[in-house]
């Protein structure tokens, strides 16, 4: 089993900026098995959306909304551990949801969710 525990979120004006973070944790063979991590969020109402995406070799993938504003980077100094975190600039309204982490090896894990409000 994969732990993820996701810590950041809060309540924040237009323009602000927030950095979520996601610490993965586990048994070594289970952390290793970990093609690639990301952020998903659901808003009130609408479907769960990818955010950003980074793998193994540290590829990143962004939605097209938050792209040049947002920033997935990850640290796995720690064999048993790996955090990833998304650095968000220039939220807006629009960018209020409940975030989630998600780990996918054969199958997808996924963190408790973050509530990141943004007032306008």
């Known amino acids: 089993q994969v732990h993820l525990v996701e810590s950041g979120g809060g309540l924040v004006q237009a323009g602000g900026s927030l950095r979520l973070s996601c610490a993965a944790s586990?048994?070594?063979?289970?952390?290793?098995?970990?093609?690639?991590m990301g952020w998903y969020r659901q808003a009130p109402g609408k479907q769960r959306e990818l955010v950003a995406t980074?793998?193994?070799?540290?590829?990143?993938?962004?939605?097209d909304s938050v792209k040049g504003r947002f920033t997935i980077s990850r640290d796995n100094a720690d064999n048993a551990k790996i955090t990833v975190y998304l650095q968000m600039n220039s939220l807006k309204p629009d960018d209020t949801a409940d975030y989630y982490c998600?780990?996918?090896?054969?199958?997808?894990?996924w963190g408790q969710g973050t509530q990141v409000t943004v007032s306008s």
């Open positions: 998600n780990a996918a090896t054969r199958i997808d894990h």
């Open positions: 586990g048994m070594t063979f289970r952390i290793n098995a970990i093609n690639a």
């Open positions: 980074i793998t193994r070799g540290g590829n990143t993938n962004y939605a």
